[in-house]
């Protein structure tokens, strides 16, 4: 059974710097491509940031382009968000997912088949 988890939530004040962590544990799993989503209270689940697990490639929603960056490290089975220059709108859980062959738009929440729990990110101004 694959599961992830993620870390590295917190509270931290507008313009502020965090970086989340999601590591991957259990069995050996194929792996397409990984995303980071959030969600706000009272709002949908919304697309953040991905990145093709073998090319390297990375994907990101306008509002965190150049704020944020996507990693990988392979030999640790783990994912991370470097989120910089934080602002009270960032405020949301944080989800980190896994899509383990190609289903479609890394944006689409439904394409990816692993979810971790979250991790809570406040901003506050």
């Known amino acids: 059974q694959v599961q992830l988890v993620e870390s590295g939530g917190g509270l931290v004040q507008a313009g502020g710097s965090l970086r989340l962590s999601c590591a991957a544990s259990g069995r050996t799993f194929s792996r397409y491509a990984m995303g980071w989503f959030r969600q706000a209270p009272g709002k949908e689940r919304e697309f953040v940031a991905a990145?093709?697990?073998?090319?390297?490639?990375?994907y990101y929603t306008d509002s965190v382009k150049g704020r944020y960056t996507i990693s990988r490290d392979n030999a640790k089975n783990t994912v991370y968000l470097q989120m910089n220059s934080l602002k009270p709108e960032d405020t949301a859980v944080y989800y980190c997912a896994v899509q383990r062959t190609l289903r479609g738009d890394y944006r689409t929440p439904t394409n990816y088949d692993i979810w971790g729990q979250g991790a809570q990110v406040t901003v506050s101004s």
């Open positions: 990145i093709n697990w073998g090319t390297g490639n990375t």
